[in-house]
Every structure is written in C-alpha cells, then in structure tokens.
C-alpha cells in the first residue's frame, strides 16, 4: 500500500509541477512600447486577471490618443481593436520573456494608418 501511494504522490508531483502549463499569470502587469509605420509613437496596456486588455496608443503625428481594447490567451497572443468605437486593430504576441511585438492598423484619421509595435512589461 506504501508502494502504491509513493507511486502515486511521485505521479501527481511531476504532472502537477510542469513549468509548461500556460496560464494568463505571467502576463498580468504593465506592457509598454513604441509602434512604427504610417505613423509612429507610444502605446501602453494593461493586461488584467481575466486577459482583458486595456490601454492607449499615442500619435506623435498628431498628437492623439487612440483607446485599446482587447483580450489576450493564456499563450500570450494578443488581439484589440484601437479606438471607440473600433477603427482598427492592435495584435500581437506577449511573450513570457516579457517582451513583445505584434502589428497595428488604425483608419482614423484617414487614410489608413499601419504599421508594427514592440515593447516589454513594465517591472
């Protein structure tokens, strides 16, 4: 029986203790970057206990701010719209190297602006 429960308990503690396992955790925090393209600035987000996502896109162009909203997977990819309502989108990975990349568009104002982002959370 002793056999059997040793058996057991070296089981659960190996499956259970896998570093693989994604979770949304390693993500929540302060992200922020700069973006390139049509137009170029900053951006920042906020990545939440339940992966939403929120945060803003700063134009240097013309000196706006565009809303970011979103969802982000426990694996890290990233998909928002920019703007409210949505005139465009911001997608990318996060990644648990805390860095992070991805591709942005925005048609406000026209014409259609795009371009790419990176960036790393904040500590």
């Known amino acids: 029986?002793?056999?059997?429960?040793?058996?057991?308990?070296?089981?659960f503690t190996l499956f259970s203790c896998s570093s693989d396992d994604d979770t949304i955790y390693d993500f929540i925090g302060t992200w922020s970057g700069s973006y390139t393209g049509n137009d170029k600035g900053t951006w920042n987000i906020v990545v939440a206990t339940d992966g939403k996502v929120t945060g803003t896109m700063h134009s240097d162009q013309n000196?706006?701010?565009y809303n970011i909203s979103g969802h982000l997977t426990e694996s890290g990819e990233l998909s928002a719209s920019v703007g409210l309502p949505s005139d465009g989108e911001f997608r990318?990975?996060?990644g648990r190297d805390k860095n992070a990349s991805g591709t942005w568009r925005n048609s406000v104002p026209n014409p259609d602006r795009a371009g790419d982002w990176t960036g790393k959370k904040d500590k």
């Not at 029986?1 to 089981?11: E, P, Q």
Request: proline content about 0%; aromatic content about 12%.
């Open 63 to 65: 000196n706006e701010n």
């Open 1 to 11: 029986m002793k056999k059997l429960f040793l058996l057991f308990l070296t089981a």
């Open 92 to 94: 990318g990975n996060l």
